[in-house]
């Protein structure tokens, strides 16, 4: 449970807090224990002869006083400690938040956002959980534990050991029973995904169920599915509808014992009636802490678990970083140069791969890789060109060459397994990763767009542009024509709670966003796949008075888009087989040329 | 949408709604036997749990003042008795209940799911996936609290109420009048923290649900972030939204914290009065020291029931609104139905499809298709063409019968298709959707779905037909390749290419393909789905909208639709030659080539 150790700097922070909230705990539990001393005295006295009802009327007081006293130590202690648990929590989210937007794609190809989403949610308020009601319920209930045994001992051995003894045995059933419970419920949530998991699938496929008139399979298949999570359940209710009773009778023999052998020593002379009254009081105020402790035991177990989850992320060190003695890149001319690139396959991208988990992370600061373990196969290798400033090359090649993992390297969204990549005759791994990524602008194969309004998405990469910039960006674009379909034009909310953007919209709105952070050097990946033969090339004629003067690289899948390009290079398993001109290519009648021969006669047979 | 599902905040209302609860009913019913069981015990309980005190005070009054020590034995016998029972009656009952509470999921369930099937494709229109999930999830989950911790709970807290009253009544009515002074008090304090507790749980739950989502989101656009500069703000964002959730959550914890203590001191006040008025009693003779404490314990007890309150009655309220829901659902009538009295195809089955007529639209103000008619033989292959939002999926909606003409017939081999039992005509006419679907499985099972008819030998000749068995026998395992939720491990080539597989394994009559350009598939794959396609379409009646015009060249005809109309029909070349409305079309696909060659 070393994982908790992580958690003392957090709680460092608020010592001060902490321990007053500790010191109420200590009095509030002192206090409390004392409620059943009053009761006690008033019961002797009732039991003797000649009390006035000016007593009794002090003793109710008495019984107010020590109630209000405990309620306000009471409070304090839990507005100071649960306070304290929810500020932890905001710092542990803030420290997540900021290594989420730290870590780069190659933890991010590791973990699925559903997992890294469960670390920043559940794991999170485990922990909190942990900090508030834990430490919260831990504190009172050992102090009112350790207060209440020592009155008890004071007063009778005998009848202090029963109690003593016997009630910790219903934190140990509720511990026993609770860890059992937590497995068979583990096993239950996992088929309750499977039942989420295969209605979600039917309804989002349910076009291809109908048409192959698979309704009847498919509910046999999940009729099936619920009569086993009916019988997980089942076996989970035999444990679980045992818990709350048998802690119940564990609490009352301890009741029917203190009555019984207490009984028996009033009833001997050896106790008097209030002292077995003060007995049944504290039966009563240490019930529910001996409940929490058991409690306390799977919070302990869950949030260690969990902190060790939150570990595995704030621990992750990014393999891209800035350097130790980053150089400037104050105005970027914009030549590129690959240099002998290598880049291996990723485990999780080799087909079969599967993805591990967070902790798997190499520590390192060290912009240079580490040999990893398993040596896994070159995707591309012995890749060299020079891209001039101000001039274009363009990238072809089948689905899966690498293309996009090559102009990656680029604006350094991974950094190669050998060679180099330079900017402007220096390697991008010397340079001030966001000088560097200030001068790299990227329009990906799959855009992605915020939930803020349009104007925000399109001037995501320069925030303080000016409406006229933003007019040109957006008219570059071809957005211009789709803000008319937009109730609020260029004001329009993206996402959930406004409008959803076509697939080539959504790369009209990347296009403007990459053209308005103005970067010395322009990425276009398969950037116009989604936008119709003729709006791609309406953005291509406005792109190409752009890229006049910046250096472009441009990723397409169809000669046309390529065609213009200064130089063009061929991507075949994993090198590059042939580069030129598109008249030179042709000239050579490779790949390229066949490509090439392969587009028009489509256009041919359709005619 | 992973989104969705962190900010489906519930708007609770009405507690109980009698309408509900007999509709609710139904489903309960079978259980009839085993749920009065349960009742029955979880009175008993009730009951047994009220004597503990009446022994104590059995016991004070008793042996212990007489000092008879050997009088203790048979009070502590009873004592153990009662403890034992208790134990026996509410285990028994929380078994009971538990299970009929599951027994009623399960059959709830399949019912929604059953329901759900049968609803026709402008349900699902309508109905984003995210919130059917939560029907048949969450919402079914709140019943099953309803039955379990609800309804049943309350009215056992009502007894227990009851019970202790009446005994104290029965002890000493003067000591219980003063026991129960507090009682109201009690009641109002609880409903007050209830009123505060609820609106600031939904505000920790509203401002949660916020974060979540940006977190989400954030996650996803990471290397957006990166890439453009914006971690700085991205964070300034997140700590404005983390920082309202502290509040939202300091402000219930102040509540709570309030709530707690007062709870203790009104206790503290109940004995107080008993220990002032009581101890007069008892000098006065008219209260013993045993009723006294039996009378604390009472008050103690008589707590409990009330604080249960709160929680119970949220559990209503999200039992009702998921009722409203899941009823919501349960109530929307099937839009295509099966006859009663279906007719039958004439065997063999050729596949001429005829439409007369037809109009449809998706808001029937609003008809996409105008009156449509059309004649296409058994055996031709023909592609519908048009602009975005000519009527060309609805056509293929219609012909699968997901939705129903609005006037005119469609007939298949002379026979309306109305008056087909749907699974006997989507036996004969299968659709290939426009986006590919694959579902957690194997390759194999992707392919025969859960038609065990269709042997491993037919599997793999489907595949080997449409050019998917070279990319299958690369995988890890083959046909026996686990698939990932939704094809996540397949590209959109490869799950095109199962399509057609499928398609071919289950080896329809009529066969409607609705192919949409990917334009993230390389040129080798595009070569071979046309090439698949092609295989596909031979010797069979095929109706294919055409994205892209390399596909045409594979059909017989062409039906060009435009604003709901057929406005041209005929050959590739025919229609070329009118220099029309495909003229158009055809160049407009080509102006690619024109601007740029």
């Given at each position: 449970?070393?994982?908790?150790?992580?958690?003392?700097?957090?709680?460092?922070?608020?010592?001060?807090?902490?321990?007053?909230?500790?010191?109420?705990?200590?009095?509030?539990?002192?206090?409390?224990?004392?409620?059943?001393?009053?009761?006690?005295?008033?019961?002797?006295?009732?039991?003797?002869?000649?009390?006035?009802?000016?007593?009794?009327?002090?003793?109710?007081?008495?019984?107010?006083?020590?109630?209000?006293?405990?309620?306000?130590?009471?409070?304090?202690?839990?507005?100071?400690?649960?306070?304290?648990?929810?500020?932890?929590?905001?710092?542990?989210?803030?420290?997540?938040?900021?290594?989420?937007?730290?870590?780069?794609?190659?933890?991010?190809?590791?973990?699925?956002?559903?997992?890294?989403?469960?670390?920043?949610?559940?794991?999170?308020?485990?922990?909190?959980?942990?900090?508030?009601?834990?430490?919260?319920?831990?504190?009172?209930?050992?102090?009112?534990?350790?207060?209440?045994?020592?009155?008890?001992?004071?007063?009778?051995?005998?009848?202090?050991?029963?109690?003593?003894?016997?009630?910790?045995?219903?934190?140990?059933?509720?511990?026993?029973?609770?860890?059992?419970?937590?497995?068979?419920?583990?096993?239950?949530?996992?088929?309750?995904?499977?039942?989420?998991?295969?209605?979600?699938?039917?309804?989002?496929?349910?076009?291809?169920?109908?048409?192959?008139?698979?309704?009847?399979?498919?509910?046999?298949?999940?009729?099936?599915?619920?009569?086993?999570?009916?019988?997980?359940?089942?076996?989970?209710?035999?444990?679980?509808?045992?818990?709350?009773?048998?802690?119940?009778?564990?609490?009352?023999?301890?009741?029917?014992?203190?009555?019984?052998?207490?009984?028996?020593?009033?009833?001997?002379?050896?106790?008097?009636?209030?002292?077995?009254?003060?007995?049944?009081?504290?039966?009563?105020?240490?019930?529910?802490?001996?409940?929490?402790?058991?409690?306390?035991?799977?919070?302990?177990?869950?949030?260690?678990?969990?902190?060790?989850?939150?570990?595995?992320?704030?621990?992750?060190?990014?393999?891209?970083?800035?350097?130790?003695?980053?150089?400037?890149?104050?105005?970027?001319?914009?030549?590129?140069?690959?240099?002998?690139?290598?880049?291996?396959?990723?485990?999780?991208?080799?087909?079969?791969?599967?993805?591990?988990?967070?902790?798997?992370?190499?520590?390192?600061?060290?912009?240079?890789?580490?040999?990893?373990?398993?040596?896994?196969?070159?995707?591309?290798?012995?890749?060299?060109?020079?891209?001039?400033?101000?001039?274009?090359?363009?990238?072809?090649?089948?689905?899966?060459?690498?293309?996009?993992?090559?102009?990656?390297?680029?604006?350094?969204?991974?950094?190669?397994?050998?060679?180099?990549?330079?900017?402007?005759?220096?390697?991008?791994?010397?340079?001030?990763?966001?000088?560097?990524?200030?001068?790299?602008?990227?329009?990906?194969?799959?855009?992605?767009?915020?939930?803020?309004?349009?104007?925000?998405?399109?001037?995501?990469?320069?925030?303080?542009?000016?409406?006229?910039?933003?007019?040109?960006?957006?008219?570059?674009?071809?957005?211009?024509?789709?803000?008319?379909?937009?109730?609020?034009?260029?004001?329009?909310?993206?996402?959930?709670?406004?409008?959803?953007?076509?697939?080539?919209?959504?790369?009209?709105?990347?296009?403007?966003?990459?053209?308005?952070?103005?970067?010395?050097?322009?990425?276009?990946?398969?950037?116009?796949?989604?936008?119709?033969?003729?709006?791609?090339?309406?953005?291509?004629?406005?792109?190409?008075?752009?890229?006049?003067?910046?250096?472009?690289?441009?990723?397409?899948?169809?000669?046309?888009?390529?065609?213009?390009?200064?130089?063009?290079?061929?991507?075949?398993?994993?090198?590059?087989?042939?580069?030129?001109?598109?008249?030179?290519?042709?000239?050579?009648?490779?790949?390229?040329?066949?490509?090439?021969?392969?587009?028009?006669?489509?256009?041919?047979?359709?005619? | 949408?992973?989104?969705?599902?962190?900010?489906?905040?519930?708007?609770?209302?009405?507690?109980?709604?009698?309408?509900?609860?007999?509709?609710?009913?139904?489903?309960?019913?079978?259980?009839?036997?085993?749920?009065?069981?349960?009742?029955?015990?979880?009175?008993?309980?009730?009951?047994?749990?009220?004597?503990?005190?009446?022994?104590?005070?059995?016991?004070?009054?008793?042996?212990?003042?007489?000092?008879?020590?050997?009088?203790?034995?048979?009070?502590?016998?009873?004592?153990?008795?009662?403890?034992?029972?208790?134990?026996?009656?509410?285990?028994?009952?929380?078994?009971?209940?538990?299970?009929?509470?599951?027994?009623?999921?399960?059959?709830?369930?399949?019912?929604?799911?059953?329901?759900?099937?049968?609803?026709?494709?402008?349900?699902?229109?309508?109905?984003?996936?995210?919130?059917?999930?939560?029907?048949?999830?969450?919402?079914?989950?709140?019943?099953?609290?309803?039955?379990?911790?609800?309804?049943?709970?309350?009215?056992?807290?009502?007894?227990?109420?009851?019970?202790?009253?009446?005994?104290?009544?029965?002890?000493?009515?003067?000591?219980?009048?003063?026991?129960?002074?507090?009682?109201?008090?009690?009641?109002?304090?609880?409903?007050?923290?209830?009123?505060?507790?609820?609106?600031?749980?939904?505000?920790?739950?509203?401002?949660?649900?916020?974060?979540?989502?940006?977190?989400?989101?954030?996650?996803?656009?990471?290397?957006?972030?990166?890439?453009?500069?914006?971690?700085?703000?991205?964070?300034?964002?997140?700590?404005?939204?983390?920082?309202?959730?502290?509040?939202?959550?300091?402000?219930?914890?102040?509540?709570?914290?309030?709530?707690?203590?007062?709870?203790?001191?009104?206790?503290?006040?109940?004995?107080?009065?008993?220990?002032?008025?009581?101890?007069?009693?008892?000098?006065?003779?008219?209260?013993?020291?045993?009723?006294?404490?039996?009378?604390?314990?009472?008050?103690?007890?008589?707590?409990?029931?009330?604080?249960?309150?709160?929680?119970?009655?949220?559990?209503?309220?999200?039992?009702?609104?998921?009722?409203?829901?899941?009823?919501?659902?349960?109530?929307?009538?099937?839009?295509?139905?099966?006859?009663e009295h279906p007719a039958t195809l004439p065997q063999p089955v050729r596949g001429a499809i005829t439409l007369e007529n037809v109009v449809f639209g998706y808001d029937p103000a609003e008809p996409v298709l105008k009156g449509v008619s059309l004649h296409i033989p058994a055996g031709q292959a023909v592609a519908i063409v048009g602009a975005?939002?000519?009527?060309?999926?609805?056509?293929?909606?219609?012909?699968?019968?997901?939705?129903?003409?609005?006037?005119?017939?469609?007939?298949?081999?002379?026979?309306?298709?109305?008056?087909?039992?749907?699974?006997?005509?989507?036996?004969?006419?299968?659709?290939?959707?426009?986006?590919?679907?694959?579902?957690?499985?194997?390759?194999?099972?992707?392919?025969?779905?859960?038609?065990?008819?269709?042997?491993?030998?037919?599997?793999?000749?489907?595949?080997?037909?449409?050019?998917?068995?070279?990319?299958?026998?690369?995988?890890?395992?083959?046909?026996?390749?686990?698939?990932?939720?939704?094809?996540?491990?397949?590209?959109?080539?490869?799950?095109?290419?199962?399509?057609?597989?499928?398609?071919?394994?289950?080896?329809?009559?009529?066969?409607?393909?609705?192919?949409?350009?990917?334009?993230?598939?390389?040129?080798?794959?595009?070569?071979?789905?046309?090439?698949?396609?092609?295989?596909?379409?031979?010797?069979?009646?095929?109706?294919?909208?055409?994205?892209?015009?390399?596909?045409?060249?594979?059909?017989?005809?062409?039906?060009?639709?435009?604003?709901?109309?057929?406005?041209?029909?005929?050959?590739?070349?025919?229609?070329?030659?009118?220099?029309?409305?495909?003229?158009?079309?055809?160049?407009?696909?080509?102006?690619?080539?024109?601007?740029?060659?």
């Amino acid at each position: 449970m070393s994982h908790l150790r992580h958690l003392l700097p957090y709680m460092a922070r608020y010592r001060w807090t902490l321990l007053a909230g500790l010191v109420c705990a200590v009095i509030g539990a002192a206090v409390s224990a004392l409620g059943p001393y009053v009761l006690r005295l008033a019961v002797d006295d009732l039991g003797r002869s000649g009390i006035v009802t000016a007593t009794l009327l002090r003793y109710s007081g008495l019984v107010i006083v020590v109630a209000l006293a405990d309620g306000v130590f009471k409070f304090l202690q839990r507005m100071l400690i649960a306070g304290v648990s929810y500020h932890v929590e905001y710092d542990l989210r803030a420290a997540l938040f900021d290594r989420y937007l730290r870590l780069d794609q190659s933890f991010y190809g590791r973990n699925h956002t559903g997992d890294l989403m469960a670390r920043a949610t559940n794991d999170l308020s485990a922990v909190r959980q942990l900090l508030g009601p834990g430490l919260n319920g831990t504190a009172t209930a050992l102090l009112t534990f350790a207060a209440a045994a020592a009155l008890m001992l004071a007063v009778n051995v005998t009848l202090a050991l029963v109690v003593l003894l016997l009630m910790p045995l219903s934190t140990l059933i509720f511990v026993l029973v609770g860890g059992r419970m937590r497995a068979l419920f583990t096993s239950v949530q996992d088929q309750f995904g499977n039942i989420s998991t295969r209605a979600q699938e039917n309804f989002s496929g349910i076009r291809t169920v109908k048409a192959y008139a698979q309704e009847e399979a498919e509910l046999a298949v999940f009729t099936e599915d619920n009569r086993r999570y009916r019988e997980l359940n089942l076996r989970y209710v035999l444990l679980s509808g045992a818990l709350w009773p048998s802690m119940a009778l564990c609490l009352g023999t301890v009741a029917a014992l203190v009555l019984l052998v207490g009984g028996r020593l009033v009833a001997g002379g050896e106790l008097t009636l209030g002292e077995l009254v003060q007995f049944n009081a504290y039966l009563g105020l240490l019930t529910f802490p001996m409940i929490i402790l058991g409690w306390m035991v799977s919070l302990y177990q869950q949030g260690a678990a969990s902190m060790g989850r939150l570990n595995e992320v704030l621990h992750a060190h990014p393999m891209i970083v800035n350097p130790p003695a980053a150089l400037p890149l104050p105005a970027p001319h914009g030549e590129v140069e690959y240099r002998g690139v290598g880049i291996r396959f990723d485990a999780n991208e080799e087909p079969g791969g599967h993805r591990t988990s967070a902790e798997k992370v190499v520590a390192g600061d060290n912009p240079v890789p580490q040999p990893s373990t398993t040596r896994s196969a070159w995707m591309l290798r012995d890749i060299s060109f020079t891209i001039p400033a101000g001039s274009s090359l363009a990238i072809v090649g089948a689905t899966g060459a690498g293309k996009t993992t090559l102009v990656n390297l680029l604006a350094r969204v991974r950094d190669p397994d050998e060679g180099q990549v330079l900017v402007d005759g220096i390697d991008v791994r010397r340079l001030d990763l966001a000088d560097l990524r200030r001068a790299v602008g990227y329009v990906p194969q799959e855009t992605f767009l915020f939930s803020v309004p349009l104007r925000e998405n399109v001037a995501f990469g320069a925030p303080d542009a000016s409406d006229e910039e933003l007019e040109r960006a957006v008219s570059i674009s071809r957005l211009a024509n789709d803000l008319e379909q937009f109730p609020d034009g260029i004001a329009t909310m993206v996402g959930e709670r406004g409008v959803t953007l076509s697939g080539g919209q959504k790369q009209r709105v990347a296009i403007a966003r990459a053209v308005l952070s103005s970067p010395a050097i322009l990425v276009l990946d398969d950037a116009l796949s989604s936008v119709d033969t003729h709006t791609a090339a309406q953005i291509l004629e406005g792109l190409r008075e752009i890229m006049r003067n910046r250096t472009s690289i441009i990723i397409a899948q169809r000669i046309a888009t390529v065609r213009e390009a200064n130089q063009i290079i061929v991507l075949h398993e994993g090198r590059i087989v042939e580069r030129g001109t598109h008249a030179e290519l042709l000239q050579a009648n490779g790949r390229y040329a066949a490509m090439y021969r392969r587009e028009l006669l489509e256009a041919e047979l359709s005619e | 949408m992973s989104g969705t599902r962190f900010d489906d905040d519930v708007i609770l209302g009405k507690a109980y709604d009698g309408r509900l609860v007999r509709r609710l009913a139904v489903f309960v019913a079978p259980y009839w036997r085993s749920l009065s069981l349960a009742v029955a015990l979880l009175f008993g309980a009730a009951f047994t749990e009220i004597v503990p005190p009446l022994l104590v005070q059995q016991a004070i009054d008793g042996p212990i003042s007489a000092g008879r020590i050997d009088g203790l034995w048979p009070i502590f016998g009873l004592y153990a008795l009662v403890l034992l029972a208790t134990f026996a009656l509410r285990y028994g009952h929380n078994y009971l209940i538990n299970s009929i509470g599951q027994s009623v999921m399960l059959d709830l369930r399949t019912h929604i799911f059953r329901h759900i099937q049968r609803m026709s494709l402008s349900f699902f229109d309508r109905n984003p996936v995210g919130r059917l999930l939560t029907r048949i999830t969450n919402d079914v989950d709140a019943l099953n609290e309803f039955l379990t911790q609800g309804l049943v709970l309350i009215l056992a807290d009502t007894v227990t109420l009851a019970g202790i009253i009446v005994v104290m009544f029965a002890l000493n009515w003067r000591l219980a009048l003063i026991s129960l002074a507090t009682l109201p008090v009690l009641a109002v304090v609880v409903a007050i923290y209830q009123r505060l507790m609820r609106a600031t749980y939904r505000l920790v739950r509203q401002r949660l649900a916020k974060i979540n989502a940006y977190l989400n989101e954030q996650i996803g656009g990471v290397l957006v972030t990166q890439l453009f500069r914006r971690e700085a703000h991205s964070r300034a964002a997140f700590a404005g939204l983390s920082s309202e959730y502290v509040d939202a959550n300091m402000r219930s914890l102040l509540i709570f914290s309030i709530f707690m203590p007062t709870v203790q001191v009104m206790a503290a006040i109940g004995t107080a009065a008993l220990l002032w008025w009581g101890g007069q009693g008892v000098l006065a003779g008219w209260a013993t020291l045993g009723t006294l404490t039996a009378f604390v314990l009472y008050t103690e007890r008589a707590f409990q029931p009330i604080r249960n309150l709160a929680e119970r009655y949220t559990i209503l309220q999200a039992a009702m609104a998921s009722a409203e829901r899941i009823f919501g659902v349960l109530d929307t009538e099937e839009e295509v139905r099966d006859p009663e009295h279906p007719a039958t195809l004439p065997q063999p089955v050729r596949g001429a499809i005829t439409l007369e007529n037809v109009v449809f639209g998706y808001d029937p103000a609003e008809p996409v298709l105008k009156g449509v008619s059309l004649h296409i033989p058994a055996g031709q292959a023909v592609a519908i063409v048009g602009a975005t939002g000519a009527g060309k999926s609805s056509l293929v909606g219609l012909l699968a019968r997901f939705y129903d003409v609005q006037q005119g017939r469609i007939t298949l081999d002379g026979v309306d298709i109305r008056t087909l039992p749907q699974r006997e005509l989507r036996r004969h006419i299968a659709a290939v959707p426009q986006d590919p679907v694959c579902f957690s499985g194997t390759i194999a099972s992707n392919i025969r779905l859960h038609d065990d008819t269709i042997d491993d030998e037919r599997v793999r000749w489907a595949a080997e037909m449409v050019n998917a068995a070279a990319f299958i026998e690369r995988l890890p395992g083959g046909y026996a390749y686990e698939v990932r939720e939704r094809g996540a491990n397949l590209s959109i080539g490869q799950r095109q290419l199962l399509a057609f597989a499928r398609a071919l394994a289950f080896n329809p009559e009529v066969l409607l393909i609705l192919d949409e350009a990917t334009s993230s598939v390389d040129t080798a794959t595009e070569a071979l789905i046309q090439n698949a396609l092609e295989r596909l379409l031979k010797g069979r009646t095929s109706i294919v909208i055409a994205h892209r015009l390399s596909t045409i060249r594979h059909v017989d005809r062409i039906i060009v639709l435009h604003k709901g109309r057929v406005v041209e029909d005929g050959s590739h070349e025919a229609l070329l030659a009118r220099r029309g409305f495909y003229y158009r079309l055809y160049q407009l696909q080509f102006a690619e080539q024109s601007v740029t060659g």
